[in-house]
């Protein structure tokens, strides 16, 4: 991108304003065991996730541990094996009326201008359709490049007017899978405080698939690790917006989850113990919960591990409950699932 662009998304970023918001918009999702299956491979092996109305989730995880199975599922692309996925008591419609969802590629029609391929599948009068085109392609910042081919625009752009099509229908549940993947770092960071401030003016929910963990850390209020087809780890990220890279508190939050994405060992069965509450210990941030753990030779041991107080509320842990405990270095105690 040139250097002219950035400083015009820069500007959008900051100065966007949008008419089409409507406040409290976002879908709760659940997501409760959900399987999928292709063959004999388990790709997602009874996932639970609670994603709350209006919230930002990232979700991160090695390649192939099925992200993008679980978007399509949100989407309703493709059909779970088990389990449910619901908003507000009912089953998710999926993609086309409120949840849209927006990939690593544009998937523009060449043939279509930009402001067509925003307007795609708007009915009504044709004006009507070009004035909401237009509105969301100010939005992005691209209202001036309406009548263009989408071959005219850079990578950047192009992702800007994809997400405009996805806007453009007013989600109440986006899904971004990878979006900013082709991208260059500064095009990257320029769009993150775009989607930030789209996200925060319209209030949808979102669910971002990402290989960047600082991509996430600078966009979620939670980061979900997947892996072996479960929520290895739910990392609430309690960081003042916008955030700043250079901030320590960003940094260590950033270690942090990729320490677990790429300790494989950690996750490893070999180090998970089953255990029981024994005692809750909470104040108005954190929640110790401290656990009788039983290892494989019988050993049993008392092990302490730290939450939020709103992942406990969220894990609705009790003391005699039953819970899997995943051991990180040795001396690192995390909640993996409450049994
Ligand atoms: N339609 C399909 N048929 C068979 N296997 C599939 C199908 N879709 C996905 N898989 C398999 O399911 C697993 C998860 O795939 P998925 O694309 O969800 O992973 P991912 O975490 O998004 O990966 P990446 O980060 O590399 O994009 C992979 O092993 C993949 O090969």
Redesign the pocket.
Known sequence: MSASNDTELARVAESATFSTTRPDNGLAVRLEAVERR??E?I?LDRLSLAVGAGEFIGVV??????????L?LLAGLDAADGGRIESDGRKLAGEGGDVRIMYQDARLLPWQSVADNVALGLKGRRRQVRARALEALDQVGLADRADEWPSRLSGGQRQRVALARALVHRPRLLLLD?PLGALDALTRIEMHRLIERIWREHRFTAVL?T?DVSEAVALADRIVL?EDGRVALDQEVALPRPRARGDAAFAALEGRVLDRLLNVQALNPRNQIRGRVKAIRVDEVLAEIEIEAIDRSGRRDVLVSTLTARNLREHALEVGAEVLLVVFKSNEVALATPL
């Open positions: 292709f063959g491979r790709v995880g090695k390649s192939g541990c099925g992200k993008s199975t679980l399509r990878e698939v290989h997947i």
